[in-house]
């Protein structure tokens, strides 16, 4: 069984800086597609940025530039850091482990960002 844990996330002023991981166990993923999404309140859940096995990112419009996200295989970890917050990246994150067969999330974490 598989489990992908969040944690990093909290409540930081605009222009702060916040850094998620996402730890998982029961499998070693360093094949997986490894991604961030997040969902806002009466929103749908959106896609944040995506790490291939070979290093290869992907990252929403609306991040790009501000958001890093990066994996260590050898921990079975994967990290976005978040610069530049502002109040719209307000949402619930997690993170998605996905192969072609197989498709795993985590349970979330808050990231609330407000004066």
């Known amino acids: 069984q598989v489990q992908l844990v969040e944690s990093g996330g909290g409540l930081v002023q605009p222009g702060g800086s916040l850094r998620l991981s996402c730890a998982a166990s029961?499998?070693?993923?360093?094949?997986?597609?490894m991604g961030w999404y997040r969902q806002a309140p009466g929103k749908q859940r959106e896609l944040v940025a995506t790490?291939?096995?070979?290093?290869?990112?992907n990252y929403a419009d609306s991040v790009r530039g501000r958001f890093t996200i990066s994996r260590d295989n050898a921990k079975n970890t994967v990290f976005l850091q978040m610069n530049s917050l502002k109040p719209e990246d307000t949402a619930v994150y997690s993170c998605?482990?996905?192969?072609?067969?197989?498709?795993?999330w985590g349970q979330g974490t808050q990231v609330t960002v407000s004066s």
């Open positions: 998605r482990a996905q192969s072609t067969t197989y498709s795993y």
């Open positions: 029961g499998r070693f993923l360093s094949s997986y597609v």
């Open positions: 790490a291939t096995s070979g290093g290869s990112t």
